[in-house]
């Protein structure tokens, strides 16, 4: 249904093959699907990318299948806020370690900084994944028509995981998210 619905919203092609993990398998960035039945009170992470006029896009969400509780929720929770800050410091002139360390922090003052696996985004292009790196080492400075990824995340085995990412677009002022699916957790 995924390669249905954005080939038939003019995508030529998909970016990557689409990642849904349910679950426990939530807790693998890369996970590969199964048949394992989706069940309520349990997150599911769906990550897509269309390619459009040899471009690349790169989106993830996180959703929960009735009420999550415990540290289900207060790791989505977390994430939401390491996204939301990071992703509202996209702007020309800010290193790219600089938005890393701000999703890293919000989720270090939750105690997920350990079960945060790699790092908060990349550049995005012909390629899905591409320079800049936002990552904790990366000193380059981002410039105006960029487009890059911003992709928290908290993954814990035998629990699950949340992950959040839009495709940004750096503008001479600032950014804007090319992603626009909503980013409701619950």
Do not use: W
């Amino acid at each position: 249904m995924l390669y249905q619905g954005m080939i038939s919203r003019g995508a030529e092609d998909v970016a990557f093959r689409p990642i849904v993990a349910s679950g426990p398998n939530g807790a693998y960035p890369h996970h590969v699907f199964t048949d394992r039945v989706i069940r309520r009170g349990e997150l599911v992470t769906i990550d897509v990318g269309a390619r459009y006029s040899l471009y690349c896009t790169d989106m993830t969400r996180t959703v929960a299948v009735g009420p999550v509780n415990g540290k289900l929720k207060d790791m989505a929770v977390a994430v939401l806020e390491a996204f939301r800050k990071a992703s509202s410091s996209v702007r020309p002139g800010v290193k790219a370690k600089e938005i890393d360390l701000i999703a890293r922090s919000v989720l270090s003052e939750y105690g997920f900084d350990s079960y945060y696996i790699h790092s908060t985004g990349h550049g995005v292009g012909i390629e899905v994944h591409e320079r800049p790196a936002i990552g904790p080492s990366n000193d380059e400075e981002l410039k105006p028509y960029e487009v890059v990824t911003v992709e928290p995340g908290v993954y814990i085995k035998g629990i699950g995981g949340v992950r959040i990412e839009d495709t940004i677009l750096i503008t001479e002022a600032g950014s804007r998210p090319i992603s626009k699916y909503p980013v409701d957790l619950f």
